[in-house]
């Protein structure tokens, strides 16, 4: 007999539906996961290999150049071209060898993200059934958490895609255009089809360095590595050079490793905080203050721009979106955030934690 108050053959609510959807897509991620496990077994066996092929050759050239008059030439051109042949090797190994552990730490952030979710649904399932149905002031539904997670999931494809256009893809675009020209420009004048090339390469090597940037975006590999203040330091520098800004970063307390999900909620808080300051502060100097205590962390960023009003942050722009979504994540993992600002005046907006020992 079906339960008092459901219909035989009635469908699941959305809720229950969602929670087995999701557990079918955390066996799937793990699966995932144990194959991409096995690749980067392979590619780290590989890459080791291409390390002792570049020694030998290395040592190779260095008794050539012992006796670089009496080597013939051709024995010259040819111990050459195999070292930049295995440096290339090596270079692309190592670039898939970092792209497949950048999966493996995207899945097993995924797969934790999805193991939370379902913790959480099923809690909420347990106290919708043995609760009176009322909820208490400040709490947030299954139905709001899924809500919330989607709408952080859809921003950050949003973010992601118009990054890869406006770059990559434009890049790439390019590439083919000068190719064809230097195709066509080989029979006819081979000194314009190399500088063609050098222009290729040349933009090639930024556009790599673009996409290296973005991956360190989506999820910078020194995070699990290194923790928190490292990866903070290397963003910052990397922020100082490319905007031109006057930033300075002071890290105080503690300096020590914290609860993965903890690192990773500080981080994207100033990333999202230092993004908002490039695109619409329209300021000259920021200053990042990371402190870390005995039971939370704090990050706080200031800047002299032009400040704005927290009372009127709309999802409907992009700097107040991104600000309440922030806030929604840092609430819900039991933190604050605090909007120190005022229009014209700047703005420091600090994000606390709280940390386990």
Not at 43 to 54: A, D, I, T
Request: aromatic letters at 4%; a negative charge.
């Amino acid at each position: 007999m079906p339960p008092d108050g459901q219909a035989e053959g009635e469908a699941l609510d959305p809720v229950a539906a969602f929670l087995e959807s999701t557990k079918a897509e955390l066996t799937q991620v793990r699966d995932q996961s144990k194959e991409i496990a096995l690749l980067v077994g392979q590619s780290q066996g590989e890459v080791e290999k291409l390390v002792q092929r570049n020694q030998a050759i290395t040592a190779q050239l260095h008794q050539i150049q012992a006796n670089f008059e009496t080597v013939p030439r051709e024995d010259i051109r040819t111990a050459y071209e195999a070292a930049q042949d295995a440096q290339q090797r090596l270079f692309s190994m190592r670039g898939q060898l970092e792209k497949l552990q950048g999966d493996q730490a995207n899945l097993k952030r995924f797969a934790d993200f999805l193991s939370k979710t379902i913790q959480l649904l099923e809690g909420g399932a347990e106290v919708k059934a043995g609760g009176d149905g009322g909820g208490g002031a400040g709490s947030t539904s299954p139905s709001e958490l899924i809500e919330q997670v989607i709408q952080a999931q859809e921003e950050e494809r949003r973010k992601l895609s118009r990054q890869i256009h406006d770059g990559p893809a434009q890049s790439l675009s390019n590439f083919i255009l000068q190719s064809e020209i230097a195709l066509r420009l080989f029979d006819n004048d081979p000194e314009k089809a190399r500088e063609e090339l050098s222009s290729l390469k040349a933009s090639a090597a930024t556009t790599f360095s673009h996409i290296r940037d973005y991956i360190f975006d989506l999820r910078p590999m020194m995070l699990d590595d290194l923790g928190l203040v490292p990866t903070v330091r290397r963003y910052t520098e990397a922020f100082k050079d490319k905007t031109g800004l006057n930033l300075s970063l002071v890290v105080t307390g503690s300096e020590r490793r914290l609860e993965p999900h903890v690192e990773v909620l500080v981080f994207r808080a100033v990333q999202e905080l230092l993004g908002n300051v490039r695109d619409y502060a329209q300021a000259t100097q920021v200053k990042v203050t990371v402190d870390l205590d005995d039971n939370q962390v704090k990050a706080t960023v200031e800047d002299n721009g032009r400040g704005f009003d927290p009372e009127t942050l709309s999802r409907e722009d992009g700097g107040g979106r991104g600000l309440l979504m922030l806030r929604d994540r840092v609430e819900q993992a039991g933190g604050s955030i605090e909007f120190d600002a005022e229009a014209g005046k700047g703005s420091r907006i600090v994000v606390a934690i709280p940390t386990q020992e």
